[in-house]
Every structure is written in structure tokens, then in C-alpha cells.
């Protein structure tokens, strides 16, 4: 039986630079690149964990 899996599209709305490096290596690991992406990521544990590092630079959409 397959399990349906949820996405999550989160779009980048604010600039990382003047940020953490690791804040700023985040973002690139959730694949958003200029102001105003969107990346569709899987509703994963770690996935959830990187937004809530991030989540004054993006919204979900």
C-alpha cells in the first residue's frame, strides 16, 4: 500500500545576506536561490526543522 506524501512549498521573502552562514546554508539546502522562489520539499521531520531555523526568511505558500 503507498502512503501519500505531503509537500510543502515555501517561498524565500527575505534576503539572507547579513544573515548566519549557516542560516544562509539553509536556505540554499532547502533550494531556494533569488528572493521570491518557491521550492515543494517533502513534509519531513528535518525538512519542518530547517523552516523553523529559517522561518523570518520564508513563508509557506
Known amino acids: 500500500m ?15 545576506i547579513g544573515t548566519k552562514e549557516s542560516h544562509r546554508a539553509t536556505v540554499r539546502g532547502l533550494g531556494l536561490r533569488k528572493l521570491n522562489s518557491v521550492s515543494e520539499l517533502q513534509d519531513t521531520p528535518a525538512v519542518r526543522g530547517m523552516i523553523n531555523k529559517i522561518r523570518y526568511l520564508v513563508k509557506i505558500v
Do not use: E, F, G
Request: charged share 15%; proline share 7%.
Open 2 to 16: 503507498a502512503t501519500q506524501q505531503t509537500t510543502l512549498k515555501v517561498q524565500l521573502v527575505r534576503s539572507p
